[in-house]
């Protein structure tokens, strides 16, 4: 295995499963608020509200396998040793260029998703 396999997997789980919740629940908002479902377009929107949040939540996770990839050590002294040196706000260096890269992937794909559902899935 390689360094940062755990923490990859620490990361990608926790993203996916929050992704996938946060959009469901924006689409079941906009189909209570509006009556119907959204368009493609509206789906690639609530696809990327849904990659923010899911980024803003796991970007630690990230900033610690990227470090234990370069540097090696475990996931708490990893941890321990960017907080002590730069503080807590390091744990969120790179929230622009993660994000964006996320919304990029994430907001076509769940859009996509939405349509292969269905019109009324989940509704």
């Not at 959009?23 to 924006?26: A, K, R, S």
């Not at 807590?88 to 260096?93: C, E, K, P, Q, W």
């Given at each position: 295995?390689?360094?940062?396999?755990?923490?990859?997997?620490?990361?990608?789980?926790?993203?996916?499963?929050?992704?996938?919740?946060v959009?469901?629940?924006?689409d079941?908002?906009?189909?209570?608020?509006?009556?119907?479902?959204?368009?493609?377009?509206?789906?690639?929107?609530?696809?990327?509200?849904?990659?923010?949040?899911?980024?803003?939540?796991?970007?630690?996770?990230?900033?610690?396998?990227?470090?234990?990839?370069?540097?090696?050590?475990?996931?708490?002294?990893?941890?321990?040793?960017?907080?002590?040196?730069?503080g807590?706000?390091?744990?969120?260096?790179g929230?622009?260029?993660?994000?964006?890269?996320?919304?990029?992937?994430?907001?076509?794909?769940?859009?996509?998703?939405?349509?292969?559902?269905?019109?009324?899935?989940?509704?």
């Open positions: 295995m390689y360094a940062g396999y755990f923490a990859t997997i620490g990361r990608d789980i926790p993203y996916t499963a929050l992704q996938f919740s959009f469901e629940g924006l079941n908002l906009w189909y209570r608020s509006k009556g119907k479902v959204p368009s493609f377009v509206q789906s690639v929107q609530l696809g990327a509200m849904a990659a923010v949040v899911s980024s803003a939540a796991t970007l630690p996770i990230d900033v610690l396998k990227s470090n234990i990839m370069v540097s090696g050590g475990t996931l708490a002294s990893t941890a321990r040793s960017i907080v002590a040196a730069r807590v706000g390091a744990l969120y260096s929230f622009p260029s993660y994000t964006a890269i996320n919304i990029a992937k994430w907001s076509v794909s769940m859009a996509v998703f939405r349509s292969l559902r269905g019109p009324d899935a989940g509704h």
